[in-house]
Every structure is written in C-alpha cells, then in structure tokens.
C-alpha cells in the first residue's frame, strides 16, 4: 500500500472517530438561552438517563402566591411546579418555569397555575394543600413536595 493511500485511510478513520464522538457527546447535554426580563440566561437540558435527586427549597405559601428559593447549588430547569398532585397528566393545576436559579426565589401568583385545559387554580374557592416540583438537574431527574401550612 502507498504512503498515500495509507495517509487517505488514517485521515478517514480520524475524521469517522471524531464524528462518532461529537455525535455522542451531543445527545448528553445542550445549551440554549432564553430572556424573559430583558436578561440572557443559559439553560442546560440534562440527560435523563441519570438518576433522581431531591431538591432542597424553600417554599412559602402566602394568601394568593406561593414563593420558591432553590437551595440547591445547581440550577433547575424544565420546572414544572404542581398543586395538590404530582402533575398536570393528573388533572392538577401547573405552572413551567424554565430556569430556576441557584439561590434565586421565585414568586408565582396561585392564579398562575392552570390545567391543561387552560382552566386556572382558583384560590378562593380552593386551598392549596401541598406544592410538588420536578425538573431536571446535573444530577438527575428532581423532584420534591412540600405541604401547605395548616
């Protein structure tokens, strides 16, 4: 075999190599960026492949709000928060926030929340008894419930 046919097939096999890696890592971790205030913030979809996580918060309920601080020191993102049930398959009354900060808190109107027929919680005609959140995390697939002040 020449030295040029050798070289031609070293250089394929480098370039399928690399192909085969990029397309590996891609399929782990994505970056994309959002502005809900004006401010560019990155967001990480994580694998889902990993496994679960409890997320540490603090959860405040007021008279028609509810406030979330993620006490984790890693973000949360695809966060779908949930009242009185896990989620909105369920029937419960959600709301999708797509980044939660580490340390940052979070102000969500009860009135927020709606079903996935668009109907809206209504905290006047029904008490909030318990706030389940999942999303997704570095490590994991993260969930937590937190009950209501009685």
Known sequence: MSLKKCLGAAFAAFILIGAIGFLMHKGKNSTSSVSSTGSAESITTYSSELKSVSLAADVEFKDDSIQVTNKDSFAWTTVEMCLNGASAASGNCCYTI?????????????????????????????????????????????????????
């Open 98 to 150: 797509p980044l939660m900060s580490p340390g940052k808190t979070y102000t969500v109107s009860a009135m927020d929340f709606t079903k996935s027929d668009g109907t809206h919680f209504s905290p006047f005609t029904k008490k909030i008894q318990r706030l389940f959140i999942s999303c997704k995390t570095p490590e994991g697939d993260g969930i937590g419930s937190w009950p209501a002040a009685r």
